[in-house]
């Protein structure tokens, strides 16, 4: 199958599931996840339709968006870091991303507004929770939300829109749909307390199904897209 067709048959599971637990299939945003894949995939992907993109590495990313910048100015693509940010990283990202979805330190936040454009918009940013409670694993506490979240509420160019999270690997789906359901959960707390949290990112090719049926508003989806990645392989 094509990006093309693939990007179609993912918006139709989306719906799909939507239905199935009666949710409006609006709510949910894909992100497709185009780490490691050449402009060309990109390219594929934006004629189905697709505009949202996510990425994990901040040289590869920000040559993707320079691009596209530069070549197609007409088209409103958002771009959204997706993996682990260093402080030293942290001015690129301020300077080329609408979205982080990775806050776990009130460093990185106070450095990502301080080193954020005054000509851009505020930086939407998500805090992510380590849900599985994996020792190796990024992310914070859940305990730790409300500490974070408030940092983040008092920087100006930020804009705290929610949690994301990637929950330790199994494909037992009652097993997703309980640890995505603490996530649903913590987003509902975050959520009574400040007013703009709308973002809720997780599910990927693997678990989409549960995200989706835990409450989800935002699924991250690079192999069912863009099929397996190839890590030796040139990037641009
Ligand atoms: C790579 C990645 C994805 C996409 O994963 P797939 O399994 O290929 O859909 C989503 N989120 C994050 C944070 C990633 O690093």
Known sequence: MTIKENIHQI?????????????????????????????????????AGQRLFGENYVQEGI?????????????????????????????????NFSWVHTIERDKIAKRLNEQRPNHLPAMNVLIQINISNEVSKSGIAPDEMFNLAKIIQE??????????????????LQQQIVTFKRMYDLYIQLQNRYENIDTLSMGMTHDMQAAITAGSTMVRIGTAIFGAREYKSAII
């Open 155 to 172: 920087l100006p160019n930020l804009k705290l829109r929610g949690l994301m999270a990637i929950p330790a690997e199994t494909t037992d």
């Open 11 to 47: 918006k139709q599971r989306i719906t799909a599931i939507a239905q199935q637990c009666e949710r409006d299939p609006k709510q949910i945003q894909l992100i497709a996840v185009s780490k490691t894949k050449p402009i060309s995939a990109i390219k594929e992907a934006i004629e």
């Open 63 to 95: 040559a993707k968006i320079e691009y596209f910048q530069k070549n197609h100015t007409n088209l409103d693509l958002e771009w959204h870091f997706i993996g682990p940010l260093q402080s030293n990283k942290s001015k690129l990202v301020a300077e």
